[in-house]
C-alpha cells in the first residue's frame, strides 16, 4: 500500500509561482513506474497536468507545458510539481498519483488546492 501526501498548494497571484510536493510513504518512489499530478477544477473531470516515470522521462499537457516541471527526488521519496507563470485556470484541486503506467493509477493522494487569483 503507497500512501501520497500532498502539500504546497495555496493561493497565488497571476504570474506567481507554486511548488507542489507529494510525499510518498508505504513504498520507494523507484519501484513506481508512474508518478503523476492530476487537476480537477469544479464542475470539471480530472485531468492529467504531468507524469514522470522511474526513468525520468516526463509529460505534460498542453496547457502548463512550458512553464510547469515535475521531477523527483529518490532519496526524499517525493514528488515536486513547480508551478511558474500560475493563470486563473490552473485554479483547482490537485492530486498526485502512483501507478504502473500513465493514466493507470493505483494510488491517490488526498489532493491539495491551488487558487489562482486575476
Known amino acids: 500500500q503507497v500512501q501520497l501526501v500532498e502539500s504546497g498548494g495555496g493561493l497565488v497571484q497571476a504570474g506567481g509561482s507554486l511548488r507542489l510536493s507529494c510525499a510518498a510513504s508505504?513504498?520507494?518512489?523507484?519501484?513506481?513506474?508512474?508518478m503523476g499530478w492530476y487537476r480537477q477544477a469544479p464542475g470539471k473531470q480530472r485531468e492529467l497536468v504531468a507524469t514522470i516515470t522511474a526513468g525520468g522521462s516526463t509529460n505534460y499537457v498542453d496547457s502548463v507545458k512550458g512553464r510547469s516541471t515535475i521531477s523527483r527526488d529518490n532519496a526524499k521519496n517525493t514528488v515536486y510539481l513547480q508551478m511558474n507563470k500560475m493563470k486563473p485556470e490552473d485554479t483547482a484541486v490537485y492530486f498526485c498519483?502512483?501507478?504502473?503506467?500513465?493514466?493507470?493509477?493505483?494510488?491517490w493522494g488526498q489532493g491539495t488546492q491551488v487558487t489562482v487569483s486575476s
Open positions: 508505504g513504498s520507494s518512489i523507484n519501484s513506481i513506474n508512474v
Open positions: 498519483s502512483a501507478g504502473p503506467r500513465e493514466r493507470y493509477i493505483d494510488f
